[in-house]
């Protein structure tokens, strides 16, 4: 196949970006086109997250593209997530046993801009901005933009199109209503939406609380919380239902009743924000949501990549680390000379659709664990046993959210796989009493409970494997 081929790759968000930047570098002809301005020289944000949480899955695509250190320069670092109870006290839960495991927070407009810069050194890479893509005509290969600059439409073909344009993907929806092939489709909203908030820094510039870490205020069906930015604030983010429970977005209509709420359930985060009432009524409530479908691709002609794949909800981290890791698989598939796109796309997808799946599920579990289970005793114990576990036996014992997180060599699939039946296995046996963390445990005891635990996830593994067997 020549490399002189010519790809139109449709979203020059954060995927779509670095997708454009590997591929020029792999000496691809790339064009990219992007609805909104450019970031670097607009302000764009409006209400949508403007931080993320970046870990060892998306590193690895920055090492691909050779500019890790470029972007550890906006990074600050989170060994574990600040737990802010009702009564304003706090305790911080590492999110590893091992020092060198955390995740970072990072700008996601910084990032993006860096991406775009990085890719435009390229020749033989364009990226165009304020040209919206309205639809997609897969069998020619051909996409319809409108110019926002100039209002008038035109066609682009390639020998590829690469959607790249997130949760709302035009060309996912061309697939839809072209009714062409055989296209599954689901987009599944939780009854919660989110609304993002801010603590400014100090007037002397610094953090107003604890800078390394990702604060949470856990409140059974709903919770705050905080990532750090460079300049000394947090991007706050609430999540709540939009009608359920006594407060919730649909009541939360005048400044009175919003600082009614947050007296009663957040009141140490209340004394950080004196700017809340007017961040609330300036920002939008999104939904959150899940997208699946399949197939990604049209033979050899189009592909979905990123969210316009697979859009998951926030709660794992994991959705720009996820279409980063996109990037990386598809690299690999690249590599393997496979003689056609219509083969590459295909082996593309068969090998990531069940991990991006995955973490679409885990996604949504811990969206559970993170507003309730966090608080929980049980939970806390388990997360006590799991930081001395993987402590003390750094290479035996990973929990799931490590699994998932920090090893970036395992996919999220047998991550999600394994973890769940730990995650059981200890429970399980916590509650029967077969283990228990009550006291101080040696290094021998501490073993002996590994043993038992890796010996009941087994277990557990094995009787899903074979129940899996006995439903073929």
């Known amino acids: 196949m020549k490399k002189q081929q010519n790809i139109l790759i449709i979203g020059a968000g954060l995927c779509g970006s670095l997708l454009a930047l590997r591929l020029g570098q792999?000496?691809?002809?790339?064009?990219?086109?992007?609805?909104?301005?450019?970031?670097r020289k607009v302000d764009i944000s409006a209400g949508r997250s403007i931080n993320l949480a970046f870990s060892n899955r998306g590193n690895k695509a920055m090492k691909l593209v050779g500019i890790e250190e470029k972007v550890k320069a906006l990074c600050i670092p989170m060994n574990g997530r600040m737990i802010h109870d009702k009564e304003e006290r706090t305790f911080l839960s590492n999110y590893s046993g091992r020092d060198h495991e955390y995740i970072n927070s990072v700008s996601r407009g910084g990032l993006n801009a860096l991406l775009l810069d990085e890719a435009e050194k390229h020749k033989n890479v364009s990226i165009y901005f304020n040209k919206k893509c309205k639809s997609v005509d897969f069998k020619k290969t051909t996409a319809l933009f409108k110019d926002y600059e100039t209002k008038k439409e035109f066609v682009e073909d390639a020998d590829v199109i690469i959607a790249t344009d997130g949760a709302g993907s035009a060309m996912r929806k061309s697939y839809y209503l072209g009714k062409k092939f055989l296209f599954s489709f689901s987009q599944d909203y939780l009854t919660h939406g989110y609304k993002e908030l801010s603590i400014l820094p100090s007037k002397t510039g610094d953090f107003k609380t604890y800078k390394n870490a990702l604060h949470i205020w856990p409140r059974g069906?709903?919770?705050?919380?905080?990532?750090?930015?460079?300049?000394?604030?947090?991007?706050?983010?609430?999540?709540?239902s939009y009608d359920d429970g006594t407060y919730n977005f649909n009541n939360l209509t005048t400044p009175e009743i919003v600082t009614e709420f947050f007296q009663k359930e957040f009141p140490d985060a209340l004394q950080l924000m004196p700017n809340l009432i007017e961040d609330f009524f300036k920002n939008p409530t999104s939904p959150l949501g899940t997208v699946k479908c399949s197939p990604w691709h049209y033979k050899g002609n189009t592909l979905l990549m990123g969210d316009s794949a697979h859009a998951i909800v926030p709660f794992y981290g994991q959705g720009m680390n996820a279409s980063f890791e996109d990037v990386v698989e598809f690299d690999a598939v690249l590599d393997q000379n496979l003689g056609s796109w219509e083969t590459i796309f295909k082996t593309y997808e068969e090998t990531r659709k069940k991990d991006t799946d995955a973490i679409a599920d885990l996604a949504i579990d811990n969206f559970y664990e993170m507003r309730d289970h966090v608080a929980n005793p049980m939970f806390q114990e388990k997360r006590k046993l799991e930081m001395a576990l993987e402590q003390n036996f750094p290479e035996e014992y990973a929990s799931k959210y490590s699994l998932v997180t920090f090893n970036e060599n395992m996919g999220y699939h047998e991550a999600m796989t394994r973890g769940r039946a730990q995650d059981k296995a200890i429970l399980s046996m916590l509650a029967d009493k077969t283990i228990s963390t009550e006291l101080d445990l040696s290094k021998d005891e501490l073993k002996s409970i590994l043993k038992k635990v890796q010996q009941e996830t087994n277990n557990i593994l094995e009787d899903d494997r074979i129940a899996k067997t006995m439903h073929r």
């Open 26 to 39: 792999r000496g691809y002809n790339v064009s990219v086109y992007e609805m909104r301005p450019d970031l």
């Open 221 to 240: 069906s709903f919770m705050l919380i905080a990532l750090p930015n460079l300049d000394g604030s947090f991007t706050v983010t609430l999540f709540l």
